[in-house]
């Protein structure tokens, strides 16, 4: 199977780094362009309780920086030597945003890391991994 187009997508735990150091692997090995991505979600009442919601101005600001700081933590841990690698910043929930994704630039295999949220997050809201498993629109490798 050649894949042209790799998906890796990263939330900057050391599993979604090791899953993108092999996406770029194996990226090199078929010739193949990378996409590394990383989905922040928005920061949902992080002013707290009783406070006022930021401006938007401030809360646009606070989660271009959390997605870029997620973005270089993972690129900074990359060979990419010989690669065509795209990165992509979004907003949104995860799943759904990189299945998007994935959909729009026609991937033809999609990485990443088996877990990377902390066990309060995938209590309540499901591991990311098993969602994309499940929705994922082109095959998927997760890494452990």
């Known amino acids: 199977m050649a894949w ?20 770029a692997s194996l990226a090199r090995e078929c ?3 990378l996409h590394v991505v990383t989905v922040v979600r928005p920061p949902e009442g992080w002013w707290g309780i009783e406070g006022a919601p930021p ?12 997605r870029q700081s997620i973005l270089e933590a993972t690129m900074s841990k990359l060979d990419q030597t010989g690669l065509d690698i795209t990165t992509a910043l ?3 929930e ?8 994935c959909e729009d630039i026609e991937a033809d295999l999609l990485v990443i890391g088996r877990r990377g949220a902390g066990i309060i997050e995938r209590f309540v809201m499901g591991s990311v991994a098993d969602r994309l498993a499940h929705y994922s629109p082109c095959p998927i ?3 452990p």
């Open 4 to 23: 042209k187009m790799i998906v890796a997508a990263t939330d900057g735990s050391e599993r979604s780094i090791a899953a993108a150091q092999f996406a």
């Open 31 to 33: 010739e193949s362009k």
């Open 55 to 66: 401006p938007p101005r401030a809360m646009s600001e606070a989660v271009v920086d959390a």
């Open 90 to 92: 979004e907003i949104g």
């Open 94 to 101: 995860p799943s759904g945003t990189i299945v998007k994704y």
């Open 141 to 143: 490798l997760i890494i």
